[in-house]
């Protein structure tokens, strides 16, 4: 069965670093849709990153372009967010998914209740 494992988050200082990571197992990675989200009680949900891991291509929510960084490991099955110049509003819940796609413009308009597979997230807190 799909199975996302998410990992490394923590306890920063705005303006630090983080690196999260999200294990897949159960299904062929090199060919998925793959997402991280992350969400505060009481708010809605955001896309933060989005890779379509046939090409690479990748998307970024406003509030993070050119701080994060999506990536993807297909030897070891896993996805990356590497989190630069982190700043106290990125404090939340991160969370990894994925869904199959049958192209890079599949994947880039997919919603995201269309995403079925999730991880059980990991905290991030800039304070």
């Known amino acids: 069965h799909v199975q996302l494992v998410e990992s490394g988050g923590g306890l920063v200082q705005p303006g630090g670093s983080l690196r999260l990571s999200c294990a897949a197992s159960?299904?062929?990675?090199?060919?998925?849709?793959m997402d991280w989200f992350r969400q505060i009680p009481g708010k809605e949900r955001e896309r933060v990153a989005r890779?379509?891991?046939?090409?690479?291509?990748?998307y970024y929510s406003s509030s993070v372009k050119g701080r994060f960084t999506i990536a993807q490991d297909n030897a070891r099955d896993t996805l990356h967010l590497q989190m630069n110049n982190l700043e106290p509003e990125d404090t939340a819940m991160y969370y990894c998914?994925?869904?199959?796609?049958?192209?890079?413009?599949?994947?880039?308009?997919?919603?995201?209740?269309?995403?079925?597979?999730w991880g059980q997230g990991t905290q991030v807190t800039v304070s």
């Open positions: 890779i379509y891991t046939p090409s690479g291509a990748a």
């Open positions: 998914a994925g869904r199959s796609a049958t192209s890079g413009t599949d994947c880039n308009l997919m919603h995201d209740y269309e995403f079925t597979d």
């Open positions: 159960g299904f062929t990675f090199s060919n998925y849709c």
